[in-house]
Each structure stands twice: as C-alpha cells, then as structure tokens.
C-alpha cells in the first residue's frame, strides 16, 4: 500500500516562497507520474503540476506557470514544490498525488493514491 506525506506548508506573506515536500513510501518505489493539486474553500481540487516517469517530462497549471518548479529525487522517494511569488489567490490545502501509469496527467480520476494535504495561506 502506497502512502503520501506532505509537508511544508505554512503561512507566508504575499511574494514569499514555501518548498513543500511528500515522501513516498510503500512495498514498491515506482517512477509513475505523480503530480501537486490544491483545493481552495469552496473550489474543486485544482491541478497544480505533474511530473511524468522522464523527469523532462513536466506541466504546470497556468496559474503557476513560472512561479512553481516541481521536481523529486532520484530514487523517487521525495517529490517537491518549489513555489515562489506567491499570491494571496494561492492559499488552498496542497496534496501530492501519485498515478500506477508512467504518462504525465492532469486529470483527477487517473491518481490513485493521495496524500492527506498540507495547508499553504498567502497573506496580503
């Protein structure tokens, strides 16, 4: 059985930065795609970005785009979130989640296995 730890988040002022991490672990390591998502209150579950089993192999929701890096380390054990500038429309619980596929993903019924969310709130 797979689990998901996130962790990192926190309460940070608007343009600062925050790294989360989720550690992986469970009977088999796999490099299938895994991916960052963030719900707000009162939203749907948002794709944030997605990592594919080519760790070129990367996405990222237009929100985002040059403000967030994802990455993981090479065992695959630790997937990350780097996030910078952020911006109070950015605060939301952040989940990591993993997929039994190796194709990069966005979408919410291909991730099989999800963490229990780290809170991230952006002040102005």
């Known amino acids: 059985q797979v689990q998901l730890a996130e962790s990192g988040g926190g309460l940070v002022q608007a343009g600062g930065s925050l790294r989360l991490s989720c550690t992986v672990s469970g009977s088999f390591l796999s490099n299938y795609a895994m991916a960052w998502f963030r719900q707000a209150p009162g939203k749907g579950r948002e794709f944030v970005a997605g990592i594919g089993a080519s760790d070129e192999n990367i996405k990222y929701g237009d929100s985002v785009k040059g403000r967030f890096t994802i990455s993981r380390t090479d065992s695959k054990e630790v997937l990350f979130l780097q996030m910078n500038s952020l911006r109070p429309d950015d605060t939301a619980v952040y989940y990591c989640?993993?997929?039994?596929?190796?194709?990069?993903?966005?979408?919410?019924?291909?991730?099989?296995?999800w963490g229990q969310g780290t809170q991230v709130t952006v002040s102005s």
């Open positions: 989640a993993r997929t039994r596929q190796f194709g990069l993903t966005t979408h919410l019924s291909d991730f099989t296995s």
